[in-house]
């Protein structure tokens, strides 16, 4: 069974900090899904990352796909209460199903 | 609305009763997925359909565990004999399919149900 790990598993920051979360695996990745869930929703799509090295930038989140794409990550500049949530990495592994992996999740709080 | 729909929201049911939760997708998304996220836990993948087959039941943790799509279209997944650990929200979620199973388009989800087991 492939693992993706992410960390910090929590994250309490006040606003206009910046911050970075990680996600890995031992495993290759055939493409990489950043999602954003908020209380009592379901995950809404951020990003979708395929190519290694890639670098996408959403206002003020920038996310980079590893060279060997195993692993990803989410930077945020200048947080905002707004960006509160559990931010989950999603990817699908070349020898796997049809399932699309998640990991745990990262739960972020801004403070003002 | 144009969103994934799921019902009940809410189930309070007792140990050892069957439940279903239901599951109506964007229209014109053919690719299906039930996921299960307990407290604390990530997504767990359950099942996914592609139209009305299932070619990935992977997931399902026991055979108390079934899904069924009809048309194309609305997905009912049922738990019988429900157990304490079965508590959790079951999320739904569709997609087009981009013809290859690596592919993924952005998956859509409804707000899911939260089953509790008494």
């Known amino acids: 069974t492939q693992l993706l790990e992410q960390s910090p598993q929590f994250l309490s920051i006040q606003e206009g900090e910046n911050l970075t979360v990680y996600c890995n695996s031992s495993s290759v990745f055939s493409s990489l899904q950043w999602y954003r869930q908020e209380p009592g929703e379901g995950p809404v799509l951020l990003v979708t990352v395929v190519t290694g090295g890639e670098v996408k930038k959403l206002k003020r989140l920038t996310f980079q796909f590893g060279d060997a794409r195993k692993d990803s990550s989410l930077h945020i500049t200048a947080a905002q209460p707004g960006d509160t949530g559990l931010y989950l990495c999603a990817g699908h592994y070349s020898n796997s199903g049809y399932a699309l992996n998640f990991g745990k999740g990262t739960s972020l709080l801004v403070t003002p | 609305g144009a969103g994934v729909s799921q019902s009940p929201s809410n189930k309070v049911t007792e140990k050892g009763k069957d439940v279903e939760l239901r599951c109506d997708p964007i229209?014109?998304?053919?690719?299906l997925y039930w996921y299960r996220q307990s407290l604390g836990q990530g997504l767990e993948f359950l099942i996914y359909?592609?139209?009305?087959?299932?070619?990935?039941k992977s997931g399902l943790p026991s055979d108390r565990f079934s899904a069924e799509r009809t048309g194309g279209s609305v997905s009912t997944l049922t738990i019988q004999r429900t157990q304490q650990e079965d508590s959790a929200v079951y999320l739904c979620a569709s997609s087009l399919f981009l013809g290859a199973k690596w592919s993924t388009g952005e998956l859509f989800f409804g707000e899911g149900s939260r089953l509790t087991v008494l």
């Open positions: 229209s014109g998304h053919t690719a």
């Open positions: 359909f592609q139209g009305n087959s299932a070619p990935d």
